[in-house]
């Protein structure tokens, strides 16, 4: 992609509005425009990285065995009616009227719309189990809505609801998700850390949220230190193995972690002093069992092997596709700009020409677009009649993790440079080689995006 023939509208200025650092890097590096209080547009490179990160939550939920679908933003009252959560959700629902006069609402959350699905259609055992979602906007009427797409009003969620015949099953879906989630987290380059939480208007006794460790987060938490030190890493698991999820559920939650909702100072003394950590988190996820609280109230039921009707068992699952967008430039940046991990980056290189219309360093810039699409790797290639230093800034704002420079007098020499974002070490080097450098690196981060 050409930056000249991009829309990328970055702003030279900090936004007075921004108080925290991933609200102002997203509206200076021309990702998001504020449309209203907690809505947001989404520019080309916003809209982008969001594409990778829905994309990147699809593969592994695949992978876990789930099954996508969509489902509408705009539902009938009358279901939320039936499971008894249409008065109890409060001013947090948006609530309107269509010109029949017949209430609607704006969806918070899809248990009701799920369940409907499912009693529609499956009346027996021999059909679970069953894990059905969808990544898809949602909109809750939040008090302060705030720091961008942290606290939006309409966000991006991924929503999984699994029913179940038996209790046990349900856990199992439980722990399969845990385990999913650990998996999808890592590979933005995040660490979030499952902690025991409070349930909520969803309801339910057994919940986690995925917790990423950031001063701005907004919930207070409280862990033993060595969980930090746990990685899933690359392990392949067998999702259909209950033991084997449950292993990693147990691995991954059995130290202390807990949202302040749920600490308990005892407990949390019995942790080592050395090991007491207290930090913010920003919550990324949060998985519920809640068994069969809806299916009673809306009459999901299942047919047993002994021809018995009984309500199956759930839990929802969701991930804030949006808010992983700030959570992950709170964990990853500096005081020039993002610094994307190469598992979400929205272009994988950029390209930087020093002299753009010298007739070498043209070609050699347009030889290396070649170069990376024929390799299905996307560069950003700054092509504009601009000097180096606003061109640097503006890569580094944008948060590309490699750069490419291109110069006559390096290309005299028959190198370029290479440099990395994060440590921002510079290694001179002929063009094929740089080429051949960036593959290799992302030869474990191939998502698609747009
Ligand atoms: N039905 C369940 C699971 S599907 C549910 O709604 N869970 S939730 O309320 O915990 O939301 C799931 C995730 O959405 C949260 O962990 C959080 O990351 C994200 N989220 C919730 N509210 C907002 C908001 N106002 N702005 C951005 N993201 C949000």
Redesign the pocket.
């Known amino acids: 992609m050409r930056l000249s023939r991009y829309f990328l509208p970055v702003l030279k200025e900090n936004p007075s509005e921004a108080q925290i650092v991933s609200h102002r890097y997203m509206l200076r590096a021309g990702m998001i425009k504020q449309s209203s209080a907690?809505i947001y547009s989404w520019l080309p490179m916003g809209f982008k990285v969001l594409r990778k990160l829905e994309n990147i939550v699809h593969e592994e939920q695949i992978r876990a065995g789930h099954v996508p679908m969509l489902m509408p933003t705009l539902q009938s009252a009358d279901l939320w009616r039936e499971s008894g959560r249409y008065d109890g959700y409060g001013a947090e629902m948006l609530r309107m009227k269509d010109r029949h006069d017949r209430d609607m609402l704006f969806s918070?959350?899809?248990?009701e719309m799920f369940t409907d699905v499912f009693r529609s259609h499956v009346k027996s055992y021999k059909d679970l189990p069953l894990t059905l979602?969808q990544i898809q906007w949602?909109f809750?009427d939040?008090v302060r809505?705030r720091f961008g797409?942290?606290?939006?009003?309409?966000?991006?969620?991924?929503?999984?609801?699994n029913f179940d015949l038996t209790k046990e099953d349900a856990l199992h879906a439980y722990n399969r998700h845990l385990v999913s989630y650990l998996r999808t987290y890592e590979r933005m380059g995040l660490q979030a850390i499952p902690m025991r939480a409070d349930s909520?208007?969803?309801g339910g006794d057994y919940t986690h949220?995925?917790l990423v460790l950031a001063e701005t987060g907004e919930s207070e938490v409280f862990y033993d230190s060595e969980i930090t030190d746990l990685k899933f890493g690359d392990r392949e698991i067998d999702y259909d193995n209950h033991a084997e999820c449950q292993a990693v559920l147990e691995e991954f939650t059995s130290r202390y972690a807990r949202t302040d909702e749920t600490h308990d100072e005892a407990a949390f003394n019995e942790v080592p002093e050395d090991r007491r950590c207290t930090a913010r988190g920003?919550?990324?996820?949060?998985?519920?069992y809640f068994g069969t609280q809806y299916s009673e109230a809306l009459g999901a039921t299942v047919q047993t092997p002994e021809g018995k009707n009984v309500p199956v068992h759930m839990g929802?699952?969701?991930?804030?596709?949006?808010?992983?967008l700030?959570?992950i430039i709170e964990a990853s940046h500096d005081d020039k700009g993002i610094i994307w991990p190469e598992g979400v980056t929205p272009f994988h290189v950029g390209i930087v020409n020093l002299k753009q219309g010298d007739e070498e360093a043209d070609a050699a810039c347009e030889a290396l677009e070649k170069s990376f699409d024929a390799l299905g790797l996307e560069a950003l290639y700054d092509d504009r009649k601009e000097r180096a230093g606003g061109k640097f800034a503006t890569m580094d704002l944008i948060g590309l993790p490699w750069r490419i420079t291109v110069g006559p007098r390096g290309l005299k020499n028959g190198v370029v440079e290479l440099t990395s974002r994060r440590t921002g070490e510079s290694v001179e080097m002929p063009p094929e080689e740089a080429v051949k450098k960036i593959a290799e690196i992302y030869a474990d981060h191939r998502v698609s995006g747009l």
């Open positions: 907690g918070p959350t899809a248990e979602y949602k809750r939040e809505p797409v942290m606290r939006g009003r309409e966000f991006f969620m991924k929503d999984g609801y909520g208007p969803i949220e995925f920003i919550e990324v996820g949060q998985i519920f929802s699952h969701g991930i804030g596709v949006s808010r992983l700030g959570a």
